[in-house]
């Protein structure tokens, strides 16, 4: 039980990542029915973005003032590939049977990762990622790493906006009124065509932020790590109910949490030694996706269509 706050620490920390990738899947299914496979890639894109800025900043540049600026050049190339795969790979097939779209967003997920191998300098292996100087700081008992209290900070900070956004703005509420009906809401006035980019942008810049956080965490970045991430992320968007944005964020923290104590506690369960460890902690988040669908096949919030955007 000593452990008992660094595990949650460590689960509410991995999950906020979960959760900030799963929004671009729970808010492009939410309107275009399209369950977005590339978004991994996207989130891996924007996190090479983020370091390419880094390396371009001169020696000895603050990185608490280099942070910033990695983030808007993450934004930058995770939402341009992200709208252009909207407007050159989905877009043409949005009147196709569903396997179609599926299909090329897994084979836009290759394309990206081969790009990124091929093209990006020295990308055969895993890139360093700057990291904050300076220990880690104790709270309620839990030992955080200060690179860790970003996404604690930006996660809560990027739902509440997003909140905002969506239920007090104009594009906002046609992103409601598109997840709802399309056709009507065109025949209203609302430019869907603007709105499905707006989804697929706003996803993008989440999974860029995600990705920041995840080299200030891991010191790395590679041209692997959207793929595990990518599907813990949809994971999460399914657990928590896909299309909704609140349940994105409720699923990753679950997700997180359980697999940080499936870590630290199945292998202390007699003879369920050969089951713990990190080893063991993905098959554990798959398990409880099983046994929360099993129960609740809508997800644990459901989906709401007033959110599905």
Not at 157 to 167: D, K, N, S
Request: proline share 5%.
């Amino acid at each position: 039980m000593n452990e008992l706050p660094q595990q949650l620490a460590n689960g509410l920390i991995l999950g906020a990542m979960y959760g900030l990738i799963a929004i671009g899947y729970t808010m492009v299914y939410g309107i275009v029915q399209l369950i977005n496979f590339a978004h991994g890639e996207i989130f891996m894109v924007g996190g090479f973005g983020a370091l390419t800025v880094y390396l371009w900043m001169p020696d000895g540049f603050a990185l608490g003032a280099a942070v910033p600026l990695m983030i808007l050049g993450g934004i930058v190339v995770s939402v341009a590939v992200a709208t252009a795969a909207e407007r050159f790979a989905y877009r043409p097939l949005r009147g196709a049977p569903r396997l179609a779209p599926l299909i090329t967003a897994i084979g836009l997920s290759i394309v990206l990762q081969q790009i990124v191998w091929m093209w990006y300098p020295d990308a055969k292996k895993d890139h360093p990622f700057p990291q904050f100087e300076g220990g880690p700081i104790d709270v309620f008992g839990a030992s955080i790493q200060r690179g860790d209290l970003f996404v604690l900070i930006a996660a809560p900070l990027c739902m509440f906006a997003l909140g905002l956004f969506v239920t007090k703005t104009r594009s906002g509420r046609g992103m409601q009124a598109t997840a709802q009906d399309p056709d009507t809401a065109k025949l209203m006035g609302v430019n869907t065509d603007r709105i499905i980019v707006m989804a697929f942008a706003i996803g993008a810049a989440f999974a860029a932020i995600a990705a920041v956080a995840y080299g200030l965490k891991n010191g790395q970045v590679g041209f692997r790590m959207g793929f595990l991430m990518g599907l813990k992320a949809f994971t999460a968007a399914v657990l928590g109910g896909i299309g909704n944005i609140y349940g994105a964020m409720l699923g990753g923290i679950v997700l997180g949490v359980a697999e940080s104590l499936a870590t630290g506690y199945i292998g202390d369960i007699p003879g369920m030694d050969l089951f713990g460890g990190g080893a063991w902690k993905d098959v554990w988040a798959f398990t409880l996706l099983i046994l929360v669908l099993l129960f609740r096949p809508q997800g644990l919030l459901g989906e709401r269509v007033a959110d599905r955007a």
